[in-house]
């Protein structure tokens, strides 16, 4: 069964960081491309990184760009998502997503549609 895991969630202050991790099973991601959602309450979902099948391209929005960084090993067959400088507007599920086939080059987020598999998600709170 092709599964994605993400852990790391969790209560942060602002100006705190996090760090999320999607562990996949069942395949390999090294054959996708891997991006992180959220959403928070009465809001719409909206793409916060994306890191192409070769990790050398990364996409962010301007809302976490400085702040956030994505990455990926292989060899554990897990990709992250380092948050720092966090901001109470962070708050949101995180949801990790594979793309099959993905793009030779790039990542995208703003087609969700090409997300085949996603986890179950965790909640980040950024609150003092």
């Known amino acids: 069964q092709l599964q994605l895991v993400e852990s790391g969630g969790g209560l942060v202050q602002p100006g705190g960081s996090l760090r999320l991790s999607c562990a996949a099973s069942?395949?390999?991601?090294?054959?996708?491309?891997i991006a992180w959602f959220r959403q928070a309450p009465g809001k719409e979902r909206e793409g916060v990184s994306c890191i192409s099948h070769s990790g050398i391209f990364t996409k962010y929005p301007d809302s976490v760009k400085g702040r956030f960084t994505i990455s990926r090993d292989d060899a554990k067959n897990t990709v992250y998502l380092q948050m720092n400088r966090m901001k109470p507007e962070d708050t949101a599920v995180y949801y990790c997503?594979?793309?099959?086939?993905?793009?030779?080059?790039?990542?995208?987020?703003?087609?969700?549609?090409?997300?085949?598999?996603w986890g179950q998600g965790t909640q980040v709170t950024v609150s003092s």
């Open positions: 069942g395949f390999t991601l090294d054959y996708y491309a």
């Open positions: 997503a594979a793309d099959y086939p993905p793009y030779p080059t790039m990542c995208t987020l703003s087609d969700e549609g090409r997300y085949d598999y």
